[in-house]
């Protein structure tokens, strides 16, 4: 297999197959029985690191999980002492490295002389102490007594009462950002700090005055502090009112639990809710904060034998996306895996109105969210990639055909005023949100329109409904990211490492919504893929892209994104290229292998802080790229 260099193409379809028919054979075995697949959704050790702090900041001695978790900590340590959040980050990340150091502390199994720990305390000091760590990380280490809070948070948590046609309100923020900032908000408000006998003390770690080092950004935390000082006395806000927006603060979380005791199924904000509501007079035993500690409990996973607590859990999106890929490759929609995963989906359909209807309001509820156990936050992602799964049942089967008309119109109602498709809510664009001093704001605060849902959207609408080319939304989507394309052909992916993921949807939906592969915009694109394939016939993009704003190669191929690349090189070509067939020749050669970049990760959530490996990928793209091959070049 190694040996087919560029490949011919009748040794490529030979080989083809049986990789085809493995790769099914085993997402088929991976099935659970409720017909899902419940794949971990890997983000380093960050939720580990938290999970241990909550239970010992709660005297909450689960000591078997918190001797997992710590054993899972220190077996990412790298040997200079540091954590990294992804294999070619340049020595270690900060933030990483002191929440695994603080956590493995405070878990009391390893000690503070050990000598990984005295590695550890050198990185961070070397790199500029507990200040330079991330603002989330600060915020933890506030709230736990390892760091002062600031004087003023630059978000006033009057900001909630603030009605729709304010420049800025709530709303304005995305809704990933609202689940977090509203314990947020309530913690900095409080200037909240949980310790106990057992809290270490991390006061070698800090360099400087840690109050002035919250945010990086003094001037505008300053600039924003007025405007929280000058509110209240130009509107004359009483303590009534600022009590009230505690309140309506602590009812918007209340009203976002979801049936699993969690704060709208994130990790992140459930651990802020926990000490949040204890900020606010609830006791430990509380049943609310007893049913969240359940839910996030309820996330763990084994990876290689070790204990992980995810951050959510990704099933709906793995079972949707391995139900459509499984449906192309060849297995029909009446096989027992489809039927099963299928009714898993429909199942799955939300009926709830959730604050998405704020933005998008009259109409009924029809998408689909990430995780089992989100009920009230659905994705444009998450929906047009059930609706692929569902697509072939939809005039077989009357329930079918109605969560099919639901979802479409919810798709279709989702679409910004630009033209583009957001992930989760409607025209969350609020470019004065972009002022405030919130390291990694541009990930977290806003939700605007993307390549990568643009593209993934256009590509389900032009392939899977009978909408006309010209309909009007199509060409808005076209003329989005024809005007959104890099100077160098390629287009940034929100969601994804980062460069070949936008590329790849954007070109497949751009075809797939009428624009002819010929077409400069696709050539262009084409040419760009073409220019960074590896030697080996692969592709590689670094999780440094992000930072950068620009395409940053890995060194190494990784089979993820060379399934992307391909998947978009087979939908722009008549014939099988040179390009193409030494790409197929890596997958086959490559998709058993089990070394650094099968493990990489190629998901993004908040950039140079939140990244994803998806255990599914390396099974779902390759089959999706080696079926979408052998389908189109079968004959060729």
Not at 155 to 170: K, T
Not at 424 to 430: L, Q, R
Not at 534 to 553: F, Q, R, T
């Amino acid at each position: 297999m190694n040996d087919l260099g560029e490949g011919d193409g009748d040794a490529l379809k030979y080989y083809t197959k049986p990789v085809i028919i493995h790769l099914i054979q085993q997402l088929q075995k991976d099935q659970v029985t409720d017909g899902s697949w419940d794949y971990p959704f890997d983000t380093g050790i960050s939720t580990d690191a938290y999970m241990i702090i909550l239970l010992r900041s709660l005297e909450i001695n689960d000591e078997n999980l918190i001797y997992q978790l710590t054993e899972r900590i220190v077996s990412k340590q790298e040997d200079n002492g540091a954590w990294k959040l992804f294999h070619d980050e340049d020595g270690g990340n900060l933030s990483a490295t002191v929440e695994a150091y603080y956590s493995l502390l405070y878990s009391g199994y390893v000690s503070k002389e050990d000598a990984r720990m005295l590695a550890a305390k050198k990185f961070i000091l070397t790199n500029g102490g507990l200040e330079q760590s991330h603002l989330f990380t600060k915020i933890m280490l506030a709230l736990t007594g390892q760091y002062p809070w600031p004087a003023y948070f630059p978000i006033p948590i009057e900001i909630i009462l603030f009605p729709p046609h304010f420049p800025v309100n709530f709303y304005d923020f995305s809704v990933y950002a609202r689940a977090n900032l509203a314990p947020i908000m309530i913690l900095a408000n409080n200037k909240y700090v949980k310790t106990t006998e057992r809290s270490p003390n991390l006061s070698d770690l800090v360099l400087s005055d840690a109050t002035d080092a919250f945010f990086n950004m003094q001037d505008v935390q300053e600039f924003f502090s007025l405007i929280d000082h000058d509110l209240k006395n130009l509107l004359g806000l009483p303590q009534t009112i600022h009590s009230l927006a505690i309140n309506r603060t602590k009812q918007y979380m209340l009203d976002h639990i979801e049936p699993d005791g969690t704060l709208y199924c994130y990790f992140s904000s459930t651990f802020l809710m926990i000490f949040a509501l204890l900020s606010l007079g609830h006791p430990t035993n509380d049943s609310l904060i007893v049913k969240a500690i359940q839910g996030l409990k309820a996330m763990k996973c084994t990876i290689r034998g070790h204990t992980h607590i995810q951050y959510t859990t990704a099933t709906v999106w793995n079972t949707s996306l391995i139900s459509y890929v499984l449906q192309v490759a060849g297995v029909p929609p009446t096989e027992s895996v489809i039927q099963k995963a299928n009714q898993y989906l429909i199942a799955k359909q939300q009926i709830e109105y959730g604050d998405w209807a704020i933005h998008d309001p009259g109409v009924p509820p029809g998408g689909w969210g990430f995780s089992a156990s989100n009920t009230m936050n659905p994705d444009v992602d998450d929906s047009t990639t059930s609706l692929r799964a569902i697509s072939q049942l939809v005039w077989l089967i009357p329930t079918f055909h109605q969560a099919w008309n639901k979802g479409i119109r919810w798709v279709m109602s989702m679409q910004n005023r630009d033209g583009g498709w957001p992930a989760f809510e409607k025209n969350v664009d609020n470019e004065l949100l972009n002022l405030l001093p919130i390291e990694g704001g541009r990930f977290l605060l806003t939700d605007p329109s993307s390549a990568d849902l643009t593209g993934r959207t256009l590509e389900f609408l032009g392939g899977y409904t009978n909408l006309s080319k010209n309909y009007d939304a199509m060409r808005r989507g076209v003329d989005w990211l024809v005007h959104h394309q890099e100077k160098d052909g390629s287009w940034y992916g929100r969601w994804g490492i980062c460069y070949i993921y936008g590329t790849w949807a954007a070109i497949t939906g751009l075809i797939s919504a009428g624009v002819h592969p010929e077409s400069p915009v696709i050539q262009k694109a084409v040419n760009w893929l073409l220019t960074i394939q590896n030697p080996d016939g692969g592709w590689g993009e670094s999780c440094k892209s992000d930072l950068a704003s620009h395409y940053v190669p890995l060194g190494s191929s990784n089979i993820t994104q060379t399934a992307w690349a391909l998947d978009a090189l087979i939908a722009a070509s008549e014939k099988v290229t040179k390009e193409i067939k030494t790409g197929i020749s890596y997958l086959l050669a490559s998709y058993n292998k089990n070394d650094w970049t099968h493990s990489y990760p190629v998901g993004q959530g908040m950039g140079g802080a939140f990244y994803i490996h998806y255990h599914s990928y390396p099974y779902i793209f390759p089959l999706l790229a080696l079926a979408q091959y052998q389908r189109k070049f079968s004959e060729s």
